[in-house]
Every structure is written in C-alpha cells, then in structure tokens.
C-alpha cells in the first residue's frame, strides 16, 4: 500500500473515532439524566391514587375544582370522602357541596351517607336541610337512621318529630352504652328490625344498719 493510501486511511480512522466519541457524550449524559429522573418517577408511582381518585369523583358530580382539592386534601380517608358525596348526591336532591360539607366532617363518611339516603328515602325528601344535620350529628349515624326508618314505617308522625325523637335517644344510647353501630340500614319498603339492648345495671349495695 501506498504512503498516501496509509494517510489517507489514518485520517479516516481518526475522523470515525471522533464521531464515535461525539455520539458517546450525548448518550452518557441522555442516561445521567434518566437516572435521576427515573427514581422520582419510581417513587411518585409507589404513591397510592386516592387522592387522585378523590378528586376526579368530585369533580364529576359537579364538586367545583377550588373545593374537591380542599376536601381530599384535608380527608384521612379520600376515597370515603368521595365515596359518601357521590352516594348522597346521586341518591338523594341533596346538592354534592352541600354533601361535602358534612361528609368532611365526618369520622365514619360512608356511615353518615348511609343514614342520609336511608332517612331522605323514607321522608320522601320532606326533610332534606335538616337530614344531614341531624346524621352529622349522632355519634351512631346507622343507629340513628334505622331509629328514623324503622320509627315511620309503623307510626304517623311528621319527619321532624321522628328526626328529634331517634336524635334524644340516639343521644342517650351513646351516652350510656359503648354499643357498636350497625352496618347498614334495612332497605326501603322493608320493616326494620330496631336491636334493643338493656343499658348495664348497677349491683345495688345491702344497705348496712348502724351499730350504736
């Protein structure tokens, strides 16, 4: 071979090498920054979607956006919080804000609508203001809206005074008994069966005579 095929075959070479080293930074720094970015993407996917969820169903039963990301944020339990605001809405003419309100405030969401629906269906959405304030405020919101349920299906009396009389007395059982609330709220056209437990009894002391 001649010199200046040598030369020129050097020259080819030397140019290959130098592209090979020009694609090689480019791919060295592409795959730095894949590294860094792949463990955060890792580690936002080892998140659950509640809150996810919890926004997209607010969202959908008209929920405006400013109070769905207040509501889930601020919720223990995200998906409950929507799960008790579509329930009520969908269930009842009762509006998802107005829902949400009390769902939020809740300890037991999926109870309190449980006792909202079962209660707006048995008053035929006579009572529908004062329902959620009357299953946000019992201590026992199944317990309550099986009083109210079971109440009317056998005697005539106006949603208002079936309201207050299971609301006292709903009062009263918590206030002495620990009973556990029932899981759910016997279906409408059905009769009830209200579960009734004796408050616990004190043993009575012998009264002792005195001596002299």
Not at 14 to 22: E, G, L, M, T
Not at 126 to 146: H, I, K, T
Not at 170 to 190: K, M, Q, Y
């Amino acid at each position: 071979m001649s010199q200046s095929k040598k030369a020129v075959s050097r020259g080819k070479n030397k140019q290959a090498s130098s592209s090979s080293r020009n694609l090689i930074v480019p791919v060295l720094a592409i795959a730095g920054w894949l590294t860094t970015i792949l463990p955060n993407t890792a580690i936002a996917a080892s998140y659950s979607n509640d809150y996810s969820v919890c926004a997209g169903r607010l969202l959908n039963v008209g929920v405006t956006a400013e109070s769905a990301s207040q509501g889930c944020a601020a919720a223990l339990r995200p998906k409950d919080l929507a799960a008790c605001v579509v329930s009520i809405k969908k269930q009842t003419q009762i509006a998802a804000t107005d829902a949400l309100s009390y769902c939020g405030k809740a300890r037991r969401p999926q109870e309190l609508a449980t006792c909202v629906v079962g209660v707006s269906l048995s008053t035929k959405e006579e009572a529908n203001p004062a329902v959620l304030d009357y299953c946000g405020r019992s201590l026992l919101p199944v317990r309550f809206g099986q009083c109210v349920v079971g109440l009317r299906s056998q005697i005539d009396i106006p949603p208002t005074q079936a309201l207050d009389t299971c609301i006292n007395a709903n009062d009263s059982i918590v206030g002495a008994s620990s009973l556990s609330a029932p899981t759910t709220i016997i279906p409408t056209g059905s009769n009830p069966s209200i579960e009734t437990t004796p408050f616990p009894t004190q043993p009575i002391a012998p009264m002792q005579r005195g001596t002299n």
